[in-house]
C-alpha cells in the first residue's frame, strides 16, 4: 500500500473560467504547468512526490469543456465531462452503446463521478516501475525495468514495444477509436482536429508522452461521427477484479452487417500495446466476410502475427486472438 | 489561540464579535481586490482574470457555510479533518483505492481524498455527520445499518454508508446485485460485504417506505 504521506508539495493553483485563460496560463508555465482534470491520475503523482508541478491549471470552471451536444452529424463530448455522465447519457445508450459499455465498466462509482473521459484518455501508463519513480525510459532514463528477466511483467505490453513496454490504460479509448471519433485539441495557435488512434504517442516516437499533447494545449472536445450510430458493437473488458482494476485486455467493435455480411467494420484492442491499436488487418480479413468461427480465429491470428510477449504476459497472446473471435461471435455467428 | 487557528473551528466556539470581524475583513478583501486588479497594472490584472485562488474561503458542508483557510495543494478530505473536525470521513488509503473518505459532493459519491477543497469551493459537500437530522432521527441508510449490524470494525462504514445514500437516491429499488455495482466503489477489508449488502438492501427498503 502507498505510504502515507502528510501533504502534497505546495504549488500555484488557477481556476481559469475559458479554454484560452487555461491555455495561456500553461504557456506561461511550460514544463512545469499540470492541468488538473478529474485529478484521479494527477493526486497519486503528487502525494507520492514523483511529478511536482510549480502551477496547477484547475479546469473545473470552464463550462466550454462541459457536457455533451448532439450536433448535425453526430454527437460531441466535452473534456471535461465526466465518466459516469458519458455512461448514462441516452442519445449515447441508444446509438453509441460501445462507448457507454466502456465508460460504465472503469474502475469504481466514485472514480467515474469525478473521472473525466479525456482524463481517462489522457492518463499516464499504470506500469509500476515507471509510477514509483524508476528512472525508466519513459521516466528519461535509459532501462526499462519492467522486461528485465527478473520483472513483473503480467500487465505488460506484447505489441508496439520501442524499449518502453508498459500499455495504455485507457478504457475508453478502443471504443472511440472504433467509433471513428476525432478529438479537438486547442493551442495557442488554434485548433487541430486528429483522429482518434493517431492521438497515442508511440514509445519509438516519443518515449516520454503518451499522447501528442504539447505543453500548453488542451483536448477540449471528442467528436462522434453519425457514421456508426447503431451499428452492432461488441465491447469486453478482462480485468482480474470486477472494480477498481485496469484491463489486461480490452477489445471494441463497430460493424455494419447487411445480409448477413460484414459490410464494414472498424475493431480496436488496448491492453497489448503502449498505445491503442486499431486493428486494420483483421478488419481486411472480415471485411465482406459472413461472420463464422473460422474468419473469427483468422482475424485474431492475424492480429497477434507480430507479437511478442515478455516472460510473463504470454497469455495475453490467446487473450487478444480469442477476444477478437469473440466480438466476431457477437456480430451473431 | 490565534485568529488563523479560530478560523475553521466549529462556530460555537467562535465569538460573536470574532465572527463578524472575520465577515468585515473577508467583504475587505474581497471589495479591495476588485479595486486593486481593476487597474492598467499587468501582473496583477493578468493574475485577476485568470482565477488564481484566494486561501480564505467558504464552503457549504452539511448546510452550513464555514469559513476556512485553505492552501492550494489541500485535499477534501484533509480540510474536513483536519481543519473543520469532521473526523468521521475516514482516511485509509489517501489513493482512491479503499472508498473510506467518500462523501457526496452536490449529491454524487467521491473520494474526499482525491479532490482539491479548491475544486468543490462552490458545491454542496456531505458527509456522514450531516446525515442525521437536526432532531436528532437517525437517515434510513444509518438506521438500516443498525438494523442489520452491518460492519465488524467499521472503519469503512461512513464511507460505505454515503456510497449507500447516493445509491438509494439514484436508484431506491435496486437488485443486490445492483446495489454490490452502487457499493463497488468501497473496500472492506474484515470482508463484511454479505451483511453490509443485506444493510444496503434494507436502507433501500427503508428509504421507500420514507418516501
Known amino acids: ?66 457536457g455533451i451536444r448532439t450536433t448535425a452529424d453526430g454527437i460531441e463530448i466535452g473534456a471535461m465531462t465526466t465518466l459516469t455522465e458519458v455512461a448514462t447519457h441516452p442519445e449515447l445508450l441508444a446509438n453509441y452503446s460501445v462507448l457507454t459499455d466502456a465508460a460504465s465498466q472503469i474502475a469504481t462509482p466514485q472514480i467515474r463521478n469525478r473521472g473525466t473521459i479525456a482524463g481517462n484518455l489522457i492518463q499516464d501508463t499504470r506500469c509500476w516501475y515507471y509510477r514509483g519513480g524508476w528512472p525508466c525510459y519513459r521516466a528519461g532514463g535509459n532501462t526499462c525495468y519492467a522486461s528485465a528477466p527478473t520483472a513483473m511483467n503480467r500487465e505488460h505490453a506484447i505489441l508496439g514495444t520501442s524499449r518502453c513496454v ?4 485507457s478504457d475508453s479509448a478502443p471504443a472511440l477509436i472504433a467509433l471513428d471519433a476525432q478529438f479537438v485539441i486547442k493551442g495557442s495557435r488554434g485548433e487541430r482536429v486528429v483522429d482518434a488512434e493517431d492521438f497515442f504517442m508511440r514509445p519509438s516516437v516519443d518515449i516520454e508522452r503518451m499522447t501528442i499533447l504539447k505543453p500548453g494545449e488542451l483536448l477540449t472536445t471528442i467528436r462522434i461521427p453519425s457514421t456508426w450510430a447503431g451499428a452492432t458493437f461488441y465491447y469486453e473488458k478482462i480485468e482480474d477484479r470486477k472494480a477498481w482494476d485496469f484491463a489486461l485486455m480490452t477489445v471494441a467493435s463497430a460493424m455494419r452487417i447487411n445480409g448477413g455480411v460484414i459490410e464494414d467494420l472498424r475493431m480496436a484492442v488496448n491492453g497489448a500495446a503502449p498505445f491503442p491499436i486499431r486493428l486494420e488487418d483483421s478488419e481486411r480479413v472480415l471485411r465482406g466476410q459472413t461472420p463464422s468461427e473460422e474468419i473469427g480465429l483468422r482475424a485474431g491470428e492475424v492480429a497477434i502475427r507480430d507479437a511478442q510477449p515478455l516472460r510473463h504476459n504470454d497469455f495475453k497472446l490467446p487473450l487478444m486472438r480469442n477476444l477478437i473471435r469473440r466480438a466476431v461471435r457477437g456480430a451473431g455467428v | ?57 467558504t464552503l457549504n458542508v452539511n448546510g452550513q457555510q464555514r469559513r476556512v483557510d485553505v492552501l492550494n495543494q489541500e485535499t477534501l478530505a484533509f480540510t474536513l479533518r483536519y481543519k473543520l473536525g469532521l473526523t468521521g470521513t475516514k ?121
Open chain 1, 166 to 169: 508498459a500499455v495504455s490504460p
Open chain 2, 1 to 57: 489561540m490565534s485568529d488563523v487557528e479560530i478560523i475553521g473551528t466549529p462556530e460555537r466556539t467562535v465569538s460573536r464579535r470574532k465572527f463578524i470581524m472575520g465577515v468585515i475583513a473577508a467583504g475587505a478583501t474581497t471589495s479591495s481586490v476588485g479595486y486593486l486588479f481593476k487597474g492598467p497594472q499587468p501582473l496583477l490584472g493578468a493574475l485577476a482574470v485568470q482565477g488564481s485562488v484566494e486561501r480564505l474561503i
Open chain 1, 1 to 66: 500500500m502507498a505510504v502515507i504521506r502528510d501533504m502534497i508539495p505546495a504549488f500555484e493553483l488557477f481556476q481559469p473560467t475559458s479554454a484560452d485563460d487555461a491555455i495561456e496560463l500553461l504557456i506561461r508555465y511550460g514544463e512545469d504547468g499540470w492541468v488538473l482534470g478529474g485529478g484521479m491520475d494527477s493526486f497519486d503523482w503528487w502525494k507520492e512526490r514523483i511529478k511536482r508541478p510549480t502551477a496547477v491549471v484547475d479546469l473545473v470552471n470552464v463550462d466550454e469543456l462541459h
Open chain 2, 91 to 211: 482516511l485509509g488509503c489517501d489513493r482512491a483505492e479503499c472508498g473510506a473518505c467518500t462523501v457526496l459532493i452536490d449529491g454524487v459519491n467521491s473520494y474526499s481524498c482525491s479532490v482539491l477543497t479548491h475544486t468543490v469551493r462552490g458545491s454542496e459537500i456531505v458527509t456522514i455527520e450531516g446525515l442525521e437530522a437536526p432532531d436528532g432521527t437517525l437517515h434510513p441508510v444509518q438506521q438500516a445499518v443498525l438494523d442489520e449490524g452491518g460492519f465488524q470494525c467499521a472503519f469503512c462504514a461512513p464511507g460505505f454508508i454515503m456510497s449507500m445514500v447516493a445509491m438509494v437516491e439514484a436508484n431506491p429499488n435496486p437488485t443486490r446485485e445492483e446495489a454490490a455495482q452502487a457499493l463497488s466503489g468501497n473496500l472492506c477489508r474484515c470482508a463484511d460485504y454479505d451483511k453490509i449488502l443485506t444493510s444496503a438492501m434494507r436502507a433501500a427498503e427503508l428509504s421507500r417506505q420514507q418516501a
